[in-house]
């Protein structure tokens, strides 16, 4: 698509066409497991066949990917049933027995739990580092170094990496680079463009924005890359659900906007936050304290919805009595809906480099699409029932 269009343009054109369906805006819902070969030639060449077989690719997946590899600057995608399958098939497409992986240390918790019980079976060395290493890294990379990780910002505090540094010391030594791009959801960064290798997604979160859809992507930067990604992605059985795909890219159209909202009203509950007697520390990159809100100005075309908060040290009953006294922030496992959601942050333990010794419950908070002084409002009546 060409670039002289602003991103909202875009994301409304991205992955259909219309042409190939009667005139039919949006890519019908396809439900398939197997396809017909014209004849034995077609089966023994596969020439003139698009598609061979669904859990490789169809018609609906092929238009996602392509939107996804096009948003993210990227050569091809492969999508999958979750947005931690594209995690593991990368991993696992670019690491062999004896290899060196460096895993930033503000990872997803599952991410971590790959590397602690899957990639440790097949003896590659994992190391941690510190997510605000930057151009240090090279002081880590080794000859038997692989794969540089990275997400930005970090799960939980939001840690900003200097992408392009890591990536410059990455491509010194011909090391591979991926990131965890969930985050920004293909649009407030673009990893590929900072020379990162692999770009991955959690489509569960705000590019399917209404709680109702399970899907991942990785964008691999050039054909060989991407070759070597969708073997191993084959191999592992990975495949998305025709109804996501199909949720995912009407996400698509509105994720900008939806985005934008939730940017601006998570700012607002984080400052006000800031004011609160019973927080000790608000986390979110747009506010000038937060540590990498430089790196994070400097990258990022803007924000999301996320933000945390510690909350001071008090017993357990009381911070129940506030969470549950809550209306508008149902606990859940998840962000990026149209909805606020809280989640506890309860794994900050796992942290290996930088220990995490707060005390207080940290809190995350996604907030979502409802009126802003509404949701001040709930906040500021369970903080007076966990004062009572
Ligand atoms: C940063 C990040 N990456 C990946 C995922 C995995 O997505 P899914 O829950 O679809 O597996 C999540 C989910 O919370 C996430 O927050």
């Not at 497409?93 to 790959?114: E, N, Q, W």
Request: charged share 25%; aromatic share 8%; glycine share 8%.
């Amino acid at each position: 698509m060409s670039k002289k269009y602003k991103e909202e343009t875009i994301l409304t054109k991205l992955g259909r066409d219309p042409a190939e369906y009667y005139g039919v805006m949006n890519p019908p819902l396809v439900q398939a497991s197997t396809l017909e070969y014209k004849n034995l030639e077609t089966y023994e060449t596969k020439k003139g066949q698009k598609f061979t077989y669904a859990n490789i690719g169809h018609p609906l997946s092929d238009h996602f990917e392509t939107a996804m590899a096009e948003l993210e600057g990227g050569h091809k995608a492969v999508s999958s049933s979750t947005g931690l399958s594209p995690i593991t098939a990368s991993l696992m497409a670019f690491l062999k027995a004896g290899d060196h992986l460096l895993m930033c240390d503000s990872i997803y918790p599952p991410t971590r739990s790959v590397c602690d019980r899957l990639l440790k079976k097949f003896d590659i060395e994992i190391e941690y580092y510190d997510s605000l290493i930057g151009a240090d890294i090279r002081d880590l990379i080794k000859e038997s170094t692989a794969v540089i990780y990275m997400e930005s910002p970090g799960s939980a505090t939001f840690e900003v990496q200097d992408v392009p540094a890591i990536v410059k010391e990455a491509k010194a030594r011909g090391v591979i680079t991926m990131m965890d791009n969930t985050w920004a959801s293909g649009v407030l960064f673009k990893p590929l463009e900072h020379g990162v290798n692999i770009s991955i997604c959690a489509a569960t979160k705000y590019i399917g924005g209404h709680a109702d859809v399970n899907l991942g992507y990785a964008v691999a930067d050039t054909a060989e890359n991407y070759k070597q990604l969708k073997k191993t992605h084959v191999d592992l059985g990975h495949c998305p659900g025709s109804q996501d795909l199909s949720l995912a890219l009407r996400g698509l159209r509105t994720m900008k906007l939806r985005i934008e909202h939730s940017e601006k009203s998570a700012l607002k509950v984080a400052k006000w936050l800031q004011g609160r007697d019973e927080v000790q520390r608000v986390y979110h990159v747009a506010l000038p304290d937060h540590p990498t809100h430089d790196i994070w100005k400097r990258d990022f075309s803007g924000g999301n919805g996320l933000l945390s908060f510690l909350l001071e040290e008090a017993p357990k009953e009381q911070i129940n009595k506030f969470i549950d006294a809550l209306e508008l922030f149902p606990i859940g496992s998840s962000w990026g809906g149209y909805m606020s959601l809280l989640q506890p942050q309860t794994e900050m333990a796992f942290r290996r480099v930088v220990k995490w010794n707060e005390k207080g419950m940290l809190i995350r908070l996604h907030v979502g699409l409802e009126d802003v002084d509404d949701l001040i409002a709930d906040l500021d009546q369970a903080f007076r029932v966990f004062n009572s």
